[in-house]
T-cell receptor, first 112, second 113 residues
Framework: DAKTTQPPSMDCAEGRAANLPCNHS???????VYWYRQIHSQGPQYIIH???NNETNEMASLIITEDRKSSTLILPHATLRDTAVYYC?????????????FGKGTLLTVNP | GAVVSQHPSRVICKSGTSVKIECRSL??????MFWYRQFPKQSLMLMAT?????????EQGVEKDKFLINHASLTLSTLTVTSAHPEDSSFYIC?????????FGSGTQLSVL
């Protein structure tokens, strides 16, 4: 899996949008960008993934640059419950045996 | 999303004993499951890939005789920590693929006294 780079921590005010950046400059053409988050002492939770188009679901939006070397996860209206470590991971998709390799992630703290 | 159930959520055992952790995919079949370990304030580290009906594939540095993995059915994988020692105390997490997404169990906190 390609390596990703994320800031170690970020802060966000409750109700505001949280924009979490991720660099993946060595991503391959068949690798997708996945975002997971982990709330303290729980298993990681899937958020969203994409290949090259922007994606949106009920949790977040994913913006991938045209050259695919970076992406941004957007939580449109952050709440206190969104405080967690967010992991950006690139992974070959299309098969069940492709593992996820976690980096250090970004600790997002949502403040009241 | 798909549900992965992991049991127990917490276990305390004496040094030298063995502990079994179960991971079940509740509403889908998983030919492949993954086992991770996480130490405090660190990221998840992949231990092994569990393949239904065949031997697990272990990551470099993970002792296969110490961490026994069995994936006997399409919905169940087990991790047995044999002869546990205090340094094995950690948060163990399983995951399973459902389509292109990987879903995770809630984790097992193992404390070895």
């Amino acid at each position: 899996d390609a390596k990703t780079t994320q800031p170690p921590s970020m802060d966000c005010a409750e109700g505001r949008a949280a924009n979490l950046p991720c660099n993946h400059s060595t991503i391959s053409g068949n690798e997708y960008v996945y975002w997971y988050r982990q709330i303290h002492s729980q298993g990681p939770q899937y958020i969203i993934h994409g290949l090259k188009n922007n994606e949106t679901n009920e949790m977040a939006s994913l913006i991938i640059t045209e050259d695919r070397k970076s992406s941004t996860l957007i939580l449109p209206h952050a709440t206190l419950r969104d405080t967690a470590v967010y992991y950006c991971i690139v992974r070959v998709s299309g098969g069940s045996n492709y593992k996820l390799t976690f980096g250090k992630g970004t600790l997002l703290t949502v403040n009241p | 999303g798909a549900v992965v159930s992991q049991h127990p959520s917490r276990v305390i055992c004496k040094s030298g004993t063995s502990v079994k952790i179960e991971c079940r995919s509740l509403d889908f079949q998983a030919t492949t499951m993954f086992w991770y370990r996480q130490f405090p304030k660190q990221s998840l580290m992949l231990m092994a890939t569990s393949n239904e009906g065949s031997k697990a594939t272990y990551e470099q540095g993970v002792e296969k005789d110490k961490f026994l993995i069995n994936h006997a059915s399409l919905t169940l994988s087990t991790l047995t920590v044999t002869s546990a020692h205090p340094e094995d105390s950690s948060f163990y997490i399983c995951s399973a693929s459902e389509g292109v997404k990987l879903f995770f169990g809630s984790g097992t906190q193992l404390s070895v006294l």
